[in-house]
């Protein structure tokens, strides 16, 4: 997937980027558990901690940090929440690979080219599992079985998306409604549960569903982004929004109804994030208007 573009000048960059590298060790503390990681430490853990080094923006760790600190939870709960997102974020990748039989992430191999599908299978439960450990640090106690059952349904949507993703690929053809459904699991789920989880932390449950609408729209807006930069290597069906419309439509028709679709979508996901408490929704809406720029070049082309 195309890489996300960040702004340099956000309120707290400076305070995110100090805190993220906290959020790096407890990931890799919470992997590793007792064991070193070298050569005598499992395939398994070796494996998973790579793949945490292997790169990555960060994107759900930054939203969860950035709305923590901007909602005034204390600093070890802004580094728990951003950990278990971001946890399960690698997880769904390291899975997403395994489904795929992909060999390169971020232009290096992946667990399964160089560990195997077994070790990738168990890896990805690791790195799973252990988002729960990260959760499980925060400090009002009272809170972590509504976060763990939040984390819990944002992680069934997830996967009740690719697997619809999974049966579309037989199909000779789908609609926009299912296309937007199975991207709203796949890439939205988890882009709104750092920010839900930091609204419930502090005591804002009633924007919890308008976060959901604002990261479910932006989902939608980064995969079309994707399916346009990604178009030739796609395959000629797959859930890339082009070849869907490309089904009904003309090549010509069919990049104009996809532009409009995205920029709607991410125009909805501007709006939903300016009306989050104290600024929550300022790095969400960043990308968005990054990702509506990119997606306006495609529609002068």
């Known amino acids: 997937m195309s890489a996300l573009l960040l702004s340099e000048k956000l309120p707290s960059s400076f305070e995110i980027s100090e805190k993220l590298s906290e959020v790096e060790k407890l990931m890799k503390v919470l992997v590793s558990g007792d064991a070193s990681v070298d050569k005598d430490a499992s395939d398994v853990i070796n494996a998973s901690v790579n793949h945490l080094s292997s790169g990555g923006q ?128 796949k890439s939205g789920a988890l882009l709104s549960l750092p920010i839900e989880l930091a609204l419930l932390g502090s005591g804002n449950r009633e924007f919890i569903n308008l976060a959901h609408k604002a990261a479910s729209c932006f989902g939608i807006g980064y995969q079309i982004v994707d399916d346009f930069e990604d178009i030739d290597e796609d395959g000629s069906f797959s859930l890339n929004v082009i070849a869907v419309l490309n089904r009904r439509y003309n090549k010509s028709e069919s990049r104009r109804i996809a532009c409009d679709i995205g920029l709607r979508n991410l125009d909805l996901a501007i709006s939903f994030s300016k009306q989050l408490p104290k600024s929550t929704g300022e790095l969400l809406m960043n990308l968005a208007q990054n990702l509506r720029t990119r997606l306006e070049i495609q529609e002068r082309i």
């Open 58 to 185: 960060r994107i759900r760790a930054r939203l969860g940090l950035h709305a923590s600190i901007n909602l005034g939870l204390n600093s070890n709960d802004c580094i728990s929440l951003a950990a278990a997102v971001e946890l399960l974020h690698n997880a769904s990748l390291v899975q997403d690979d395994l489904q795929d039989l992909s060999m390169l992430r971020r232009s290096k191999p992946t667990v399964l080219a160089i560990y195997g599908k077994d070790v990738a299978l168990l890896s990805g439960d690791l790195l799973l599992s252990s988002a729960y450990a990260a959760i499980s640090h925060y400090s009002d106690t009272k809170l972590i079985p509504e976060m763990v059952r939040l984390i819990h349904f944002r992680c069934a949507q997830v996967m009740k998306g690719q697997g619809e993703d999974i049966l579309a690929r037989k199909l000779t053809s789908i609609d926009i409604s299912t296309y937007e459904s199975i991207m709203i699991g």
